[in-house]
């Protein structure tokens, strides 16, 4: 009973130790700092925790994707910080809402509900562009060098093509922007994606119930990644299950585990280059939608 227990409490008690630190950073003027100090500790816990109470043992073997996944995620980090920089640098990002938000943005609100507020907007972006990129060809290509991990773990979490998370940075950041979102909430909407990314991700034996009605937790993600389409054209939700339910592309099933076989059916480069230049090669992607050897369907 007490292992059941911890299983149900470990991904809450993990995400709040999270969130503390990182509201403090930001109440104090730090949140940038506050939230890579917490980044980086989270991930060395949860390098632990994937070793010593793994979902899925055979996801701790290597899969030689280190590099490749190191790559991805440092590229992309730095990235979305120079194009943050060069907002701020350009006197974009007071635009946006500045400190204290701007139209019908509700400032007189708590913080933790003008939060909720901030990711239930970008949420429904994020939705949307999570779906797009697994039912129309062109974006999944993007989205296949995430897809073609062969394992999930902490690690291959930022394993995302840099026009795939563009992609995701234009559906989303215009609907807070449009909202009026203050900084802080902007602060807050990137590291609660951040740590949650992290966490669903993350192949560390837990347990959800109804948690699973509303974040995107490691057990629905694990359906997502799924190479039966019936389940891996699920769970599109990044932070939220909220666009999911109301849409219908809700997916669990609690009588069986999420398959541990996962991928893509067609081939990815083995380096980081190579997985970079793939999705533009479309004379090889059109033969393969030809054969159905792509992991999507069209609408």
Not at 90 to 95: F, K, N, R, T, W
Not at 211 to 222: A, Q, S, V
Request: no cysteine; proline share 5%; aromatic share 16%.
């Amino acid at each position: 009973m007490f292992r059941t227990l911890f299983e149900y409490l470990l991904w809450p008690l993990i995400l709040v130790a999270a969130l503390i630190p990182t509201g403090i950073g930001i109440a104090n003027g730090h949140g940038p700092l506050a939230f890579n100090i917490t980044y980086f500790s989270l991930a060395a816990l949860l390098y632990v925790l994937e070793r010593v109470y793994p979902h899925e043992e055979r996801w701790l073997h290597s899969d030689g994707q280190e590099i490749p996944d190191l790559a991805h995620t440092a590229f992309t980090k730095s990235f979305v910080q120079l194009l943050i920089v060069s907002m701020t640098w350009l006197g974009l990002a007071s635009v946006v809402g500045g400190e204290q938000g701007t139209g019908f943005w509700p400032n007189d609100w708590p913080m933790f509900f003008q939060v909720v507020l901030g990711l239930v907007v970008a949420e429904f972006g994020l939705y949307w562009a999570h779906r797009v990129a697994h039912e129309w060809m062109p974006l999944w290509w993007f989205h296949a060098v995430h897809h073609s991990s062969k394992k999930l773990w902490f690690f291959n979490t930022g394993r995302f093509h840099i026009i795939d998370t563009l992609k995701s940075m234009i559906f989303s950041a215009p609907l807070l922007a449009l909202a009026g979102a203050p900084q802080d909430v902007v602060l807050w909407f990137g590291a609660i994606t951040a740590y949650i990314g992290f966490l669903t991700h993350a192949n560390v034996q837990m347990r959800f119930g109804w948690l699973n009605y509303i974040f995107n937790t490691p057990g629905l993600h694990r359906w997502h990644h799924s190479m039966d389409l019936r389940e891996g054209n699920k769970n599109y939700g990044e932070n939220l299950m909220l666009w999911d339910l109301i849409f219908g592309t809700y997916y669990d099933d609690t009588s069986r585990r999420p398959p541990a076989e996962i991928g893509i059916n067609a081939a990815m480069p083995r380096h980081f280059w190579g997985q970079i230049v793939e999705p533009f090669r479309w004379n090889k992607f059109q033969t393969a939608a030809k054969t159905g050897e792509v992991k999507h369907k069209l609408l």
